[in-house]
């Protein structure tokens, strides 16, 4: 990953600068040692407040903090199929409710073509950023109600091709409990 010196005057960079961190490298670190657990609002900016943050609040705060400095590092949202294997934590939600997966979206950093995950510890043959089926560029702004919108599309249209016993309302919410699992 592409590292430079904090050096503009913009909110998040400043923010970072405060505490001490003078570069991009300082600030992933920083950044993914800080527990995973949704903020109070998907908002990117309570991730430093909060001390906090999911994937897409966490690599949305980073994504800011490359643009305010104009490099290529750009935020993306893409979906997987969440399971045991791949995310830990999320197995015995799954497994009362008689699923082996279900389409998750995750959000990462882009570099020159290359996805980075800097929410947590992957191990390589089970890393979720392998198994993206479908993505796209997003801005920070959009990990609120873009992001659970173009989700929840998806999640519509996958449902309706297979022969699951759930309704869309109840698989959004073994979702939630899946996510509620992984902050745990």
């Known amino acids: ?6 050096e503009s005057k913009e909110e998040i960079s400043c923010a970072f ?12 670190q920083f950044v993914y040692q800080l527990p995973y657990a949704r903020n109070a609002q998907p908002d990117y900016r309570l991730v430093l407040l909060e001390k906090r943050g999911t994937c897409s609040s966490k690599h949305a705060l980073l994504a800011q903090l490359a643009r305010e400095h104009r490099k290529p590092v750009d935020l993306y949202m893409g979906i997987y199929m969440m399971n045991a294997h791949n995310t830990p934590g999320v197995g015995e939600v799954l497994a009362k409710y008689h699923l082996d997966a279900i389409p998750e979206a995750h959000c990462y950093l882009q570099y020159e073509g290359s996805r980075y995950d800097f929410t947590r510890r992957i191990q390589p043959e089970e890393n979720p950023l392998d198994m993206i089926i479908d993505e796209w560029k997003i801005g920070p702004d959009q990990i609120g109600s873009y992001k659970i919108d173009q989700h929840q599309k998806y999640l519509q249209k996958w449902l309706a091709k297979q ?9 959004w919410k073994i979702r939630e409990l899946c996510i509620q699992a992984l902050s745990q």
Do not use: C, Q, Y
């Not at 990953?1 to 904090?6: G, H, K, V």
């Not at 600068?17 to 992933?28: L, P, V, W």
């Open 17 to 28: 600068i405060r505490m001490g961190i003078s570069d991009f490298t300082a600030a992933i």
């Open 163 to 171: 022969h699951e016993p759930f309704d869309f309302k109840e698989l």
């Open 1 to 6: 990953m592409l590292n430079f010196i904090l």
